[in-house]
């Protein structure tokens, strides 16, 4: 019949073809999907990696612009500061250079006031004398009088008009 060795072949070589059947069917439905299902999480953990690394460089992209924008808007501020300065300072010196200027109108003003009441004053004052004048030309010719009576009415004349002054 058969030989113990002969028997050690077959059931060997039955294990064998067992074993690479198996090894088949694991192949076709387990290693493949498997394999599908690994893949697919390397490239799903590819994926993520991928997004990560171009959400990092767009947070560095809008954190650079960020930066930007607050210095940009740091020197804007300092130039209205500047700006208001310099604004103040021009009002600053604007009113100090209205007011000099209505100083000086007022001033002329007052000038030209005087002027116009001293003309008046000089003026009632030629009256004066004339009225004064013609008194005295009037006491002189009344009383024809010596030369030294007139020369005394002439000098109390002026005294008065002196006084009156």
Request: glycine share 2%; aromatic share 6%; charged share 35%.
């Amino acid at each position: 019949m058969f030989d113990v060795n002969e028997i050690e072949w077959i059931n060997a070589a039955y294990q064998l073809v067992a074993f690479l059947f198996l090894l088949f069917l694991l192949k076709k439905f387990a290693f493949g999907p498997i394999m599908d299902m690994m893949e697919k999480r390397e490239n799903h953990v590819a994926d993520q990696i991928a997004s990560a690394e171009k959400n990092r460089k767009d947070a560095e992209k809008y954190l650079a612009e960020q930066r930007e924008a607050i210095q940009a808007a740091r020197q804007e501020a300092k130039e209205i500061v500047e700006n208001s300065k310099i604004m103040s300072d021009q009002q600053a010196k604007d009113v100090l250079k209205d007011a000099r200027n209505e100083a000086e109108r007022m001033k002329q003003a007052a000038i030209s006031e005087i002027n116009t009441e001293k003309e008046q004053a000089i003026s009632a004052l030629r009256e004066q004398v004339s009225t004064l004048s013609v008194l005295v030309a009037s006491k002189v010719i009344e009383k024809e009088l010596d030369e030294k009576e007139q020369e005394r009415l002439i000098q109390e004349t002026l005294r008065e008009v002196g006084g009156n002054l």
